[in-house]
C-alpha cells in the first residue's frame, strides 16, 4: 500500500505505508489524500522502491489518476 500527499503547489508524493516524508520535499506543507492507493503504475512503484518516494507536478499530467 501507498501513502499520497499534495501540497499547495500541486504537487504529488508518493510514499511506502509507513514511511517519513523525505528531507528534500518537507520544505512544502504535504497533506495526506484521504484515499488509500492500494495499487499505483509500474513507474511509480519502481521509483519508491529505488529512492523511496516518488514526486510529480500535477499540472503536468491533469486528469490523470494513480
Known amino acids: 500500500m501507498f501513502d499520497v500527499y499534495r501540497n499547495d503547489k500541486r504537487e504529488l508524493l508518493v510514499l511506502s505505508k509507513g514511511s517519513a516524508i523525505p528531507m ?3 520544505r512544502h506543507k504535504w497533506r495526506k489524500s484521504r484515499k ?3 495499487k499505483v503504475s509500474d513507474e511509480i512503484k519502481s521509483a519508491v ?3 523511496g518516494y516518488y514526486v510529480r ?7 490523470r489518476t494513480i
Open 24 to 26: 528534500l520535499s518537507s
Open 36 to 38: 488509500r492507493v492500494f
Open 49 to 51: 522502491q529505488r529512492h
Open 57 to 63: 507536478s500535477l499540472r503536468a499530467t491533469k486528469g
